[in-house]
């Protein structure tokens, strides 16, 4: 494998014109392997400089879509991406574990997203991504906008508890990201056992949380089946009435910048408009430079 993308590399190199413009390093063809890579490509480089992304980043749950339409798309694979000569490969997961060394090997350098387990890692990713794309400048202003809006989210906590639920009937608690967003909107969160598990029947079959958090309820993907937790008749009981904070998933399906929307919704029903409404819908599609989100 190792030798035909050896073989290959040089064949693609008479593929395309030797006169692709480089400026002072900066990659001029750049190719994102999965649509957590997309967001950050999308969002950070001009399109002329895109040679192709995921054929997940015009999706519904990537935050980016509508700047994804009409850039061109790539499999994940070793001979569709070195055909198109890139400069630049960035990714999360995208091509799999073994993905960077093979790319390597073939003279590609490749991008790697960090791990963004909490808000201020999502920060880091954002400046060492834009660093790494030739947009240091960018990210740092993105990562300044970030820490504003961030503050001005920061509230005093209400005491109010939440409970976050997928339509699998997977929640989270303490130590998670999902965990930290919930904290600075301004709620508690109702699941106390770490990690991410199934919802808390018995929990619930005796309480109730104040707010529930719903993620990915707008996805076609994601739909709940009889057998998830979701569906279970102590959930539904214990929830009916509860106000709900919805979620779209491309707010959370990876970790960028763009949970802040999601914290945004989550502090808004936590200190509710003395009106009393506090249910909120989804944001329309296709919002800024391609966001779904809300600003």
């Known amino acids: 494998m190792i030798r035909w993308l050896a073989m290959l590399s040089v064949l693609v190199a008479g593929c395309v014109p030797a006169s692709t413009p480089v400026r002072s390093g900066r990659p001029m063809r750049i190719v994102s392997l999965d649509y957590c890579a997309d967001q950050y490509v999308l969002k950070l480089v001009g399109r002329d400089r895109i040679a192709a992304v995921s054929p997940d980043a015009a999706a519904e749950f990537s935050y980016m879509r ?71 400048a960018e990210g740092e202003a993105m990562a300044a906008a970030f820490d504003a809006r961030l503050a001005r989210l920061k509230r005093a906590a209400t005491g109010r508890s939440a409970l976050y639920v997928t339509p699998g009937g997977v929640t989270t608690g303490p130590g998670s990201i999902v965990d930290e967003m919930l904290r600075a909107g301004g709620l508690v969160n109702f699941q106390t056992a770490a990690g991410w598990g199934p919802l808390p029947l018995e929990q619930l079959a005796y ?29 539904g009981r214990a929830l009916r009435g509860v106000p709900t904070a919805e979620l779209p998933g491309a707010w959370t399906a990876c970790g960028g910048w763009f949970v802040l929307d999601a914290v945004e919704r989550l ?29």
Not at 79 to 99: F, Q
Not at 123 to 131: E, I, N, P, Q, S
Not at 207 to 234: E, G, K, L, Q, Y
Not at 274 to 284: E, F, I, N, V
């Open 267 to 295: 502090s808004r029903i936590a200190h509710p408009h003395p009106s009393g409404a506090t249910r909120l819908p989804p944001s329309p599609n296709g919002r800024g430079k391609g966001e779904g989100g809300e600003r």
């Open 207 to 235: 309480a109730r949380p104040d707010v529930v958090a719903a993620a990915f309820f707008d996805t076609r993907w994601n739909r709940p089946d009889p057998w998830s937790a979701a569906a279970h008749p102590v959930v």
């Open 66 to 136: 509508a700047a994804a339409q009409g850039v061109r798309q790539v499999r994940p694979q070793a001979e569709d991406v070195l055909l198109l000569k890139p400069d630049l490969i960035v990714r999360s997961y995208g091509g799999g574990p073994n993905a960077a060394a093979l790319f390597a090997r073939a003279g590609v350098p490749v991008l790697q997203l960090g791990y963004a387990a909490d808000l201020a890692s999502i920060r880091k990713v954002l400046v060492d991504t834009a660093t790494g794309l030739g947009e240091r």
